[in-house]
């Protein structure tokens, strides 16, 4: 099997032709003839058994010339391709040429990974601003983990306050006639929540355990059943609980029940590190994203549409990959969401072209700045898969080619280099605040 010829037909567009010689196609035609002969009757043979040369003087000479063809493509294609140095990034559309005592010449048409070039990737500009953690911000914090550690309690010597969970009954009626989807019997309603109509939940704010009465709202003209929307509505409701969260007290004990620490000062410390670690990695990720936007900006290259096609199903493979995870499937999530697959890989279409931009922009720096992979690197990536994965080493090296994994650690080295030499002005955000302190 050898590449004869590469022809660029147009942009990003190649042909190549190659050969399989006439022992690698009778060696194919063989193969095939032993699996097809089992089912081919032949007079005068029991079935199964007639020689290929009958079959071929009854059927015609290249009565296995497709099946051979197909058999012999994938590894000579492979081949050529790989002689070639073409980077394919589409399906191929296969041709015959010629078929004949020398053996099959065939021709292979493809889109390639564009021809790349950045005006500039060195000293490009990003501004780092970390937000300032206030007490404020430190206090919201440990409010969340204290409002998850609260405990609900019965409250019955007064009415119900903003905050608290009534438990109700209740049925709705629009020109005195009940609706469907109206009623509910000893439901938990949290007060302020906003989960029900605008109105609703402030009228049972005052109101004592074992009162029933009527409360009257309107729907919002947008509301999602078309035969309720923008109509007036009463509620005839009955209180029979009050419950609010009675919150711990913030001392020492709380510390000791949320974290590691002995005493809530220490706690209340490493809420705040981590929130200035919180807000450092966010600045930074910032500063990523800046410098990715500068180099899209930069790249100059005229981008096959398969390309950004090929990155959308693969957000859309990922996708089904995790709702399966969480006990879904991409076709039950479309029937419940109204979508299609197509109108999925349209959501994901920005994104797909971002990432293969950036992408060609990092692979193009790799190139320019001569960066290479270890082999030690690689092993090391294979130890974090098989640990992120839980299978054994050699197990994940079966799914992913170690030039893959190199490629990949040389994408994130590109990133690093850009990072490193670009120039970044740093700034402190204050919460609030019109003006920033530049450091």
Same mark, same amino acid.
């Given at each position: 099997?050898?590449?004869?010829?590469?022809?660029?037909?147009?942009?990003?567009?190649?042909?190549?032709?190659?050969?399989?010689?006439?022992?690698?196609?009778?060696?194919?035609?063989?193969?095939?003839?032993?699996?097809?002969?089992?089912?081919?009757?032949?007079?005068?043979?029991?079935?199964?058994?007639?020689?290929?040369?009958?079959?071929?003087?009854?059927?015609?000479?290249?009565?296995?010339?497709?099946?051979?063809?197909?058999?012999?493509?994938?590894?000579?294609?492979?081949?050529?391709?790989?002689?070639?140095?073409?980077?394919?990034?589409?399906?191929?559309?296969?041709?015959?040429?010629?078929?004949?005592?020398?053996?099959?010449?065939?021709?292979?048409?493809?889109?390639?990974?564009?021809?790349?070039?950045?005006?500039?990737?060195?000293?490009?500009?990003?501004?780092?601003?970390?937000?300032?953690?206030?007490?404020?911000?430190?206090?919201?914090?440990?409010?969340?983990?204290?409002?998850?550690?609260?405990?609900?309690?019965?409250?019955?010597?007064?009415?119900?306050?903003?905050?608290?969970?009534?438990?109700?009954?209740?049925?709705?009626?629009?020109?005195?006639?009940?609706?469907?989807?109206?009623?509910?019997?000893?439901?938990?309603?949290?007060?302020?929540?906003?989960?029900?109509?605008?109105?609703?939940?402030?009228?049972?704010?005052?109101?004592?355990?074992?009162?029933?009465?009527?409360?009257?709202?309107?729907?919002?003209?947008?509301?999602?059943?078309?035969?309720?929307?923008?109509?007036?509505?009463?509620?005839?409701?009955?209180?029979?609980?009050?419950?609010?969260?009675?919150?711990?007290?913030?001392?020492?004990?709380?510390?000791?029940? #949320?974290?590691? +620490?002995?005493?809530?000062?220490?706690? !209340? /410390? %490493?809420?705040?590190? @981590?929130?200035?670690?919180?807000?450092? &990695?966010?600045?930074?990720?910032?500063?990523?994203?800046?410098?990715?936007?500068?180099?899209?900006?930069?790249?100059?290259?005229?981008?096959?549409?398969?390309?950004?096609?090929?990155?959308?199903?693969?957000?859309?493979?990922?996708?089904?990959?995790?709702?399966?995870?969480?006990?879904?499937?991409?076709?039950?999530?479309?029937?419940?969401?109204?979508?299609?697959?197509?109108?999925?890989?349209?959501?994901?279409?920005?994104?797909?072209?971002?990432?293969?931009?950036?992408?060609?922009?990092?692979?193009?720096?790799?190139?320019?700045?001569?960066?290479?992979?270890?082999?030690?690197?690689?092993?090391?990536?294979?130890?974090?898969?098989?640990?992120?994965?839980?299978?054994?080493?050699?197990? #994940?090296?079966? +799914?992913?080619?170690?030039?893959?994994? !190199? /490629? %990949?650690?040389?994408? @994130?080295?590109?990133?690093?280099?850009? &990072?490193?030499?670009?120039?970044?002005?740093?700034?402190?955000?204050?919460?609030?605040?019109?003006?920033?302190?530049?450091?």
């Amino acid at each position: 099997m050898a590449l004869k010829s590469t022809n660029k037909v147009e942009t990003n567009v190649y042909e190549i032709e190659f050969d399989a010689s006439k022992e690698v196609f009778d060696a194919a035609i063989e193969k095939v003839y032993r699996k097809e002969v089992k089912k081919i009757n032949i007079p005068g043979f029991r079935k199964g058994k007639a020689p290929r040369s009958i079959i071929e003087k009854m059927y015609g000479k290249g009565v296995f010339y497709e099946d051979a063809i197909n058999e012999i493509i994938p590894d000579a294609y492979e081949a050529a391709v790989k002689e070639s140095g073409l980077k394919v990034v589409s399906r191929p559309e296969f041709d015959v040429v010629t078929i004949d005592d020398n053996g099959v010449v065939l021709k292979a048409k493809f889109t390639v990974k564009p021809e790349v070039a950045l005006k500039e990737y060195v000293g490009l500009k990003a501004r780092k601003e970390a937000k300032e953690v206030t007490d404020d911000d430190v206090n919201n914090e440990i409010e969340s983990v204290r409002a998850r550690n609260g405990r609900m309690v019965e409250v019955t010597e007064r009415a119900v306050e903003n905050g608290d969970l009534a438990v109700i009954d209740y049925e709705g009626f629009c020109d005195g006639v009940a609706f469907d989807g109206g009623k509910a019997e000893k439901y938990s309603l949290a007060i302020g929540s906003g989960s029900f109509i605008p109105g609703f939940e402030e009228q049972i704010i005052g109101h004592n355990i074992g009162e029933s009465f009527d409360i009257t709202v309107k729907f919002p003209e947008e509301y999602h059943s078309a035969d309720l929307a923008g109509k007036d509505a009463i509620f005839k409701i009955v209180l029979h609980e009050i419950k609010k969260n009675e919150l711990p007290a913030l001392d020492d004990e709380f510390a000791k029940d #949320v974290s590691e +620490f002995d005493t809530f000062d220490e706690y !209340k /410390a %490493d809420v705040k590190a @981590k929130l200035e670690k919180k807000s450092e &990695k966010e600045a930074e990720n910032s500063v990523e994203e800046q410098i990715i936007n500068a180099l899209i900006e930069n790249l100059e290259a005229e981008i096959p549409e398969v390309m950004f096609e090929n990155e959308a199903e693969n957000f859309v493979r990922d996708y089904d990959s995790r709702l399966r995870m969480q006990g879904l499937d991409l076709n039950t999530y479309c029937k419940y969401t109204g979508q299609t697959l197509e109108s999925l890989r349209e959501q994901f279409k920005p994104m797909a072209e971002r990432q293969v931009k950036t992408r060609l922009a990092l692979e193009k720096i790799v190139e320019l700045e001569n960066l290479v992979a270890s082999d030690e690197e690689a092993d090391a990536e294979y130890e974090n898969l098989a640990k992120a994965y839980n299978m054994p080493v050699d197990e #994940v090296k079966k +799914f992913v080619d170690v030039e893959a994994i !190199k /490629a %990949d650690l040389c994408v @994130k080295k590109a990133v690093d280099f850009v &990072k490193e030499n670009a120039k970044v002005t740093k700034a402190r955000k204050k919460k609030a605040a019109t003006t920033e302190a530049a450091e």
